[in-house]
């Protein structure tokens, strides 16, 4: 394996323009490369020096390549490096990437993270951010200060050494893992297909946007503040309205010294909040409309694409359960609520004319999916109710298998759950009744109860008083007894395992064991395992404040700064939410290899959805519905076929 690390330099802004934008632009050139073969000594090259023959010998000969990010070196290879010292870059399937791996072992994304993480000897140098702002990013210094250069070879070689050692401390991904990173590296590089046109006219929005935010944030606050920005004011109106552990939510330390923050992460962790006071979250809702998170997708197009696509939008393995996650773009955050076809498209058309639109903020937001766009036409699918389908089918039991046959008898699932919940007959049942059904549904087979029942309706416009929501948790549970015990019989497995390191625990279809120090193990039925960093059996204090004694793992959040890694509870119902999610992400990894053999042009993918260019619905369509040889007995589903030049629901 050859391990290495690249620094270079452009007037090209990696961050706003992406990297397909970097790797293409004419100012973009290599500094220097530290690199070392398996564990031999470390190397290092200037790019004012030949590239090294060693190197150049090893990508011919095929061998492996490991990088933190590896889509970075890879570009920089494919349009920088191979064109000009003249060899032939290396092929897509030589690379390898520790940050996948640290990914799929459960482990921080970033590299200085993960090696704090693991407690490595050698840690991320901290000198490297103002090396970067000084020669790598535009405006970069054309030679080095007294002592800069020695620096950053020290940078650069501590990179590939913390690399290194990470990777050692990770499980190693199997043949197929590779195959499903590098087709999500083929999907990335072909590019989401854009509307250029409305995207750039969205934006021509953004004050509007700011406008009606504002204008929403005095009326609601009775002209306590007129902006978003009035951090004061803000603070004095919203903290009142919050709980002890919401405050503590939003604690962090700067250099020792504990603050409040309210930056986007930190609103996001308000706004997960199951028993926020309505107005605080009205008001938190208003403030990311006032920077506007749909504006930003449309800011993120502009300034991202190349010939009209989108590239680099999809993180292989970005969650823990193993399902993607989106970047730059990120469409798995695109409102659901769009409009019909015929309503966006006018809309569209008048934002293009630059006429006025009611609501811009929202009606943006809505929109989103219309801005994914090909005149060659797109076709996309989905899987109806795959989570509610993998778990019960999970359990293995009788009560579980009771539901799969309503599933089996395409029966509408929530009627069927309103039905019981309400003692109707299913005939009986109207458009509001099933909303509560499916409300339940969404919101309760993974341990949530009453708040989580009333935070989940907030969603969908419903209300429900408190002892009305713990009613229908309770009628919900009474009709669904398999998931009480499902909950109940992974809590054994995986406080056995913890407790007892080497034996295997099964529960439902999956196995779960420990080996006592450095993971808890959950094999899937695909055979794909899930990574727990770090168990232990010991003393933690719940979300309200109670010590208990249980299982935990070290969670892959960023600590605050000088604070040791976050853990977290391995409760039963926490990590049966994520076997059935994972078993869902390994259901669409299958379809989308399938489609690349068949040679479907695949261009997103979006939690239970694939999107492709050009006239293949229904092969998709059969693929999406072709059961895996490891899911027998689970009865899969989609919404059909749809078609159109933009993207809809």
């Known amino acids: 394996m050859l391990y290495l690390d690249l620094e270079t330099k452009s007037q090209c802004d990696l961050i706003f323009h992406g990297l397909r934008r970097y790797a293409e632009h004419p100012t973009t050139e290599v500094i220097c490369m530290s690199y070392a073969f398996g564990d031999g000594d470390m190397n290092f090259w200037w790019a004012d020096e030949p590239f090294p023959q060693a190197v150049i010998t090893h990508f011919a000969n095929g061998g492996l390549i490991m990088a933190q990010n590896s889509e970075f070196e890879r570009h920089l290879f494919d349009y920088v490096i191979s064109n000009d010292y003249i060899f032939d870059a290396p092929k897509l399937e030589q690379w390898r990437c520790s940050m996948a791996m640290a990914l799929a072992s459960g482990y921080p994304a970033h590299l200085g993270q993960q090696g704090a993480a693991l407690g490595l000897k050698v840690q991320k140098q901290i000198h490297g951010t103002r090396l970067i702002r000084d020669y790598c990013a535009p405006n970069f210094l054309t030679e080095f200060k007294d002592g800069d250069k020695e620096l950053m070879q020290d940078y650069c070689e501590t990179d590939t050494e913390v690399m290194r050692q990470a990777v050692k401390c990770y499980r190693p991904l199997t043949d197929s893992e590779w195959a499903e990173f590098h087709l999500n590296c083929r999907i990335n590089e072909r590019g989401v297909p854009i509307d250029k046109e409305f995207g750039l006219a969205a934006l021509g929005y953004a004050q509007e946007v700011a406008d009606d935010a504002n204008a929403n944030i005095s009326r609601l606050t009775d002209g306590a503040m007129t902006k978003s920005t009035q951090r004061k004011s803000r603070d004095a109106w919203l903290f009142p309205k919050m709980t002890e552990y919401q405050m503590d939510l939003l604690t962090v330390y ?304 960023k600590p605050a700064a000088g604070e040791p890694p976050l853990r977290n509870h391995a409760r039963g119902a926490l990590l049966f939410q994520n076997s059935v999610q994972a078993v869902a992400a390994d259901i669409l990894r299958e379809a989308l290899v399938k489609c690349e053999i068949l040679g479907l042009d695949i261009r997103l993918h979006c939690h239970d959805e694939i999107l492709g260019i050009g006239s293949d619905g229904h092969r998709l369509n059969e693929i999406m519905l072709d059961q895996p040889t490891w899911a027998d007995g689970l009865p899969l589903a989609t919404g059909g076929v749809m078609t159109g030049k933009r993207w809809g629901k």
């Open 254 to 557: 700067k250099k020792g010294e504990k603050k409040t923050s309210l930056d986007n992460d930190h609103r996001a962790y308000l706004l997960a909040c199951d028993d926020l006071n309505a107005d605080a979250r009205e008001l938190l809702e208003y403030i990311n409309d006032a920077g506007s998170s749909a504006l930003k997708k449309y800011a993120v197009a502009a300034h991202t694409e190349v010939a009209g696509m989108v590239h680099d939008t999809f993180l292989w393995n970005g969650a823990q359960t193993g399902r993607f996650s989106g970047r730059g773009l990120q469409p798995h955050n695109f409102r659901r609520d769009v409009y019909g076809d015929n309503e966006a498209s006018a809309l569209i058309e008048d934002i293009k004319a630059n006429y006025t639109i009611t609501s811009p903020a929202d009606t943006l937001a809505r929109l989103l999916r219309g801005l994914i766009y090909s005149e060659k036409g797109l076709y996309y699918v989905d899987w109806s109710a795959i989570e509610g389908r993998v778990a019960p089918w999970l359990s293995v039991k009788k009560s579980g298998e009771d539901k799969l046959d309503l599933y089996r008898m395409d029966k509408d699932i929530y009627v069927v759950t309103a039905a019981a919940m309400f003692n109707r007959l299913e005939a009986e049942v109207d458009k509001d009744l099933r909303q509560s059904g499916k409300i339940a549904e969404l919101s309760l087979q993974f341990g949530g109860g009453a708040n989580a029942l009333i935070g989940m309706a907030k969603n969908y416009g419903v209300s429900f008083e408190e002892d009305e929501a713990k009613g229908i948790v309770l009628k919900w549970r009474m009709a669904n007894p398999w998931a009480e015990e499902i909950w109940a019989d992974y809590d054994r497995a995986i406080s056995s395992a913890v407790k007892t390191p080497g034996e295997p625990f099964e529960v439902g279809r999956v196995v779960y064991q420990s080996d006592g120090q450095n993971f808890l193990w959950c094999e899937l039925p695909s055979g794909r395992l899930l990574s727990y960093p770090r168990p232990k059996w010991e003393l933690y204090t719940t979300p309200w404040g109670e010590e208990r004694v249980g299982a935990t793992f070290q969670t892959h959040h």
